[in-house]
């Protein structure tokens, strides 16, 4: 089961992904999970990366393909693999179908949870953080016993700036603007499985499940 998983910030891909890894038992892999290992075992392909990193460039389209498909190439992801945050971009995409294509591989489902903006920013706007000791809440799903106050601590709560709905937004027109195209990439390769993102986490991920074996 070879699958990537798409959707905007705050849609909950990553908590879908984990769910899905887990129920297969294949490997979760985020592209920020293969730079620290490749760098933290000093792999060649590590060494490069970290050149970029160091100088706070961005990692190339193909590098961080070529890392993609190193770890994809290991045994745990003999039974299939979940890619999460990667491919971002129609030319990362486009360069991870031609690395698949020469070790006969390719991507079999490319999830999509769906989510409309303004549920996105409207969720994150509710998200607070203490101040203290970095507990976070939400004001619907996760709120503290006293208003603005850490359960923990006692300390005040706020909205990070990361979540107020201006910046929320600029990061879903990026993500518009970049990964929309994707879907409509992989919607032509006829591998796309779209599901509703807006109902019960649990709920999503049965749908993930009915369309995964279907
Ligand atoms: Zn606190």
């Known amino acids: 089961m070879k699958i990537v998983m798409l959707g905007a910030p705050g849609a909950g891909k990553g908590t879908q992904a984990k769910m899905i890894a887990d129920k297969y038992s294949i490997p979760h892999i985020s592209t920020g999970d293969i730079f620290r290992a490749n760098i933290k075992e000093g792999t060649p392909l590590g060494a490069k990366a970290k050149e970029y990193m160091d100088k706070g460039l961005l990692v190339p ?3 961080v393909c070529d890392l993609v498909v190193d770890r994809i190439q290991q045994d745990d992801c003999k039974n299939g693999y979940i890619l999460d945050g990667f491919p971002r971009t129609i030319p990362q995409a486009e360069a991870l179908t031609d690395a698949l294509s020469k070790i006969s591989d390719k991507v079999e489902y490319a999830i999509n949870v769906e989510v409309p903006d303004e549920n996105i920013v409207n969720r994150m706007g509710g998200r607070r953080a203490c101040v203290g000791c970095g507990a976070t809440y939400h004001v619907k799903y996760n709120p503290p016993k006293v208003e603005d106050v850490c359960d ?3 300390e005040k709560l706020i909205l990070r700036d990361d979540d107020k709905p201006e ?5 879903l027109d990026v993500y518009h603007e970049q990964t929309q195209p994707l879907i409509d990439y992989y919607t032509k390769q006829g591998v796309i499985a ?5 109902v019960d986490m649990n709920e999503v991920f049965d749908n993930i499940v009915k369309l995964l074996e279907a």
Do not use: A, H, Y
């Not at 910046?167 to 990061?171: F, G, N, S």
């Open 61 to 63: 389209d193909e590098l």
């Open 152 to 154: 923990k601590c006692g």
């Open 167 to 171: 910046t929320v937004q600029k990061r």
């Open 194 to 198: 779209e599901v509703d993102g807006t």
